[in-house]
């Protein structure tokens, strides 16, 4: 079974300071790994996926995520957070029959 | 349609009734998927459908939940007998085909019980 755990329910950041939320993934076969963003009232909206091209993955927003096998990570980073950035974001696992496992969520706060 | 439209956006009804929602996915998108998200929580996967085929139903949480897309594009989630535990944001998202491409979510039904 696939499963992902995402360590924190809430972050809080200063405006401009280092973003890290961090995802950890459990699955059988080679997995795809997605972030994905939620801004209040609205849907979710895909940030990044990995399907293994490559090991660092760039999304929108200057967001970006590494995939490490030995550490069964997928955080994902921002060099300089913004006051838009507050938001609660998704790390999710393609499940192995065909539908997407979602963790519980991280809340970010950018403070002023 | 631009997007993946749901309605109603908000439903509060009786405990028992029946509910229908409604999912209008982006026009030629394959599959199809329902989710249902508790406050606080991650989305937690119930169905999904590549055209009119039910791929997948394991997270149906029980027989009052059922789901259809007869013509491979409009889906419907029906509760019977609804109950207090049901009350829930309601999320529908297609794809063009398969999980693993971008995913585009409506804004959800919001489902109250009374």
């Known amino acids: 079974a696939q499963s992902v755990t995402q360590l924190g329910s809430h972050v809080s950041v200063s405006e401009g300071a280092l973003v890290l939320l961090r995802c950890n993934y459990s699955?059988?076969?080679?997995?795809?790994l997605f972030w994905y963003v939620q801004y209040p009232n609205q849907g979710l909206q895909l940030l990044l996926k990995?399907?293994?091209?490559?090991?660092l993955v760039k999304g929108i927003n200057d967001f970006e995520a590494e995939f490490k096998k030995s550490e069964t990570s997928f955080h994902l980073t921002k060099p300089s957070a913004h006051m838009s950035d507050a938001a609660e974001y998704f790390c999710?696992?393609?499940?192995?029959?065909?539908?997407?496992?979602f963790g519980k969520g991280t809340k970010l706060s950018v403070k002023p | 349609g631009a997007g993946v439209s749901q309605s109603p956006r908000y439903k509060v009804t009786k405990r028992g009734q029946d509910v229908a929602l409604r999912c209008d996915p982006i026009s030629g998108h394959v599959s199809l998927y329902w989710y249902r998200q508790a406050l606080g929580q991650g989305p937690e996967f119930l169905t999904y459908f590549n055209y009119e085929a039910q791929q997948d139903k394991s997270g149906l949480p029980n027989d009052r939940f059922s789901a259809e897309r007869p013509e491979g594009s409009i889906s419907t989630l029906t509760i019977q007998r609804t109950e207090q535990r049901d009350s829930a944001m309601y999320r529908c998202?297609?794809?063009?085909?398969?999980?693993?491409?971008?995913?585009?979510f409506g804004s959800g039904t919001q489902l109250s019980v009374l």
């Open positions: 998202a297609s794809s063009l085909v398969g999980v693993n491409e971008k995913l585009f």
């Open positions: 699955s059988s076969v080679p997995p795809y």
């Open positions: 999710a696992v393609g499940g192995s029959q065909g539908n997407l496992i």
């Open positions: 990995y399907t293994s091209a490559a090991t």
